[in-house]
C-alpha cells in the first residue's frame, strides 16, 4: 500500500514558467512533508519542507503548498530553468512518537523536464 | 556535496555472495539512515541508526543487518544475495534523531548494487 502517491511519472515545462509537481498521501499520522530532488548519479538533495501546521512555505523559487484536508501537497517552480530538470521525491513522516524513529516514507518521484 | 560519503559507488557481485556498503555521514551528525531504490521504485526504509543504536527499522530483510560505529560511520551488510536485491542502496544522515521540523536528512550519492 502505497502511502505516498506521485501520480505522475513525468512533467515537461517551457523555460520560465512554472512546474507544478503534485502528491497525494494517504496516512493522516504524517505532519511533515519535504521535497527531494535528484539527478542522475547523485543522491536526494533536500529542497523544501512544510509543517502540517502550515499551509503554505516559500524559499527562492520554490513554494510548497499543504492541503491537509484533501491530504494533497504541490511544488511550485517559478520560474523554471533548465537547470531543475531532474527527479523530485515528495516525502512524508508521521509526528513524534516517542519512540525517536523519523523514518520518511517516499513517493515514487516525477521527472521533471524543464524545455530552453 | 551533501557531506555524507558512500563507498563503493558500484559493486558487481554474484548470488550467495556477502557484501558490505559504507556511510560516513555528515560531520556532527548523530543519526544514519539506510535506503534501498530498486527500479521504478521509490526509496524503501530500511533501518536507522541513532548514536550507536538501532533506532527504527523498516523493510529490512534478514539477510541484512547493519551497525553504526563509535565514530559514527556505519556498514549495511548484505548476505545471501539474490538477483532481487540488485538496487541502489543510499544513506542519509540528520543531526538528531529528527525531531525537529529542520532536522532534513542529507543523502550520499548510493551504491549501487548488481547481482548477477
Known amino acids: 500500500d502505497q502511502q505516498v502517491k506521485q501520480n505522475s511519472p513525468s512533467l515537461s515545462v517551457q523555460e520560465g514558467r512554472i512546474s507544478i509537481l503534485n502528491c497525494d498521501y494517504t496516512n493522516s499520522m504524517f505532519d511533515y512533508f519535504l521535497w527531494y530532488k535528484k539527478y542522475p548519479a547523485e543522491g536526494p538533495t533536500f529542497l523544501i519542507s512544510i509543517s502540517s501546521i502550515k499551509d503554505k512555505n516559500e524559499d527562492g523559487r520554490f513554494t510548497v503548498f499543504l492541503n491537509k484536508s484533501a491530504k494533497h501537497l504541490s511544488l511550485h517552480i517559478v520560474p523554471s530553468q533548465p537547470g531543475d530538470s531532474a527527479v523530485y521525491f515528495c516525502?512524508?513522516?508521521?509526528?513524534?512518537?516517542?519512540?525517536?524513529?523519523?523514518?520518511?516514507?517516499f513517493g515514487k518521484g516525477t521527472k521533471l523536464s524543464v524545455i530552453p | 556535496d551533501s557531506g555524507v560519503t558512500q563507498t563503493p559507488k558500484h559493486l558487481i557481485t554474484a548470488t550467495g555472495q556477502r557484501v558490505t556498503l559504507r556511510c560516513s555521514p555528515r560531520s556532527g551528525d548523530l543519526s544514519v539512515y539506510w535506503y534501498q531504490q530498486s527500479l521504478d521504485q521509490g526509496l524503501q526504509f530500511l533501518i536507522q541508526?541513532?548514536?550507536?543504536?538501532?533506532?527504527a527499522k523498516g523493510n529490512i530483510l534478514e539477510r541484512f543487518s547493519a551497525q553504526q560505529f563509535p565514530d559514527l560511520h556505519s556498514e549495511l551488510n548484505l548476505s545471501s544475495l539474490e538477483l532481487g536485491d540488485s538496487a541502489l542502496y543510499f544513506c542519509?544522515?540528520?543531526?538528531?534523531?529528527?525531531?525537529?521540523?529542520?532536522?532534513?536528512?542529507?543523502f550520499g550519492a548510493g551504491t549501487r548494487l548488481s547481482v548477477l
Open positions: 516525502a512524508a513522516r508521521p509526528a513524534y512518537s516517542g519512540a525517536g524513529s523519523y523514518q520518511l516514507t
Open positions: 541508526y541513532y548514536n550507536g543504536e538501532e533506532r
Open positions: 542519509a544522515s540528520s543531526v538528531a534523531t529528527g525531531v525537529g521540523p529542520g532536522d532534513a536528512q542529507y
